[in-house]
């Protein structure tokens, strides 16, 4: 079993920044990629980023050059730097990560909020 913990979800007016952090119980080398999806009011929950274990990475196309995601080994996150929201952005945040043996585990998700 696999638990995730988002956190950094919050209130930001357009053009603003945030970083959301997700937090993995285990190391992040046990997983063959993490990333981030959302889902907005009304809407089904769609892929923002992902990165894999070559640290190759895939945007949604909404995102590209605004949005970056990382991982940090030490910390064992997966991180989300969002940059130049727009409300278009508001949603709940979800971690997802994928182990080797095939099972996906996902976070319980952080609310981003873009609205002036």
């Known amino acids: 079993q696999v638990q995730l913990v988002e956190s950094g979800g919050a209130l930001v007016q357009p053009g603003g920044s945030l970083r959301l952090s997700c937090a993995a119980s285990?190391?992040?080398?046990?997983?063959?990629?993490m990333g981030w999806y959302r889902q907005a009011p009304g809407k089904e929950r769609e892929l923002v980023a992902l990165?894999?274990?070559?640290?190759?990475?895939n945007y949604a196309d909404s995102v590209k050059g605004r949005f970056t995601v990382s991982r940090d080994a030490a910390k064992n996150t997966v991180d989300l730097q969002m940059n130049s929201l727009t409300p278009e952005d508001t949603g709940v945040y979800y971690c997802k990560v994928a182990a080797y043996y095939g099972t996906a585990y996902w976070g319980k998700g952080t609310l981003v909020t873009v609205s002036s």
């Open positions: 990165i894999n274990t070559g640290s190759t990475t």
């Open positions: 285990r190391s992040i080398f046990s997983f063959s990629s």
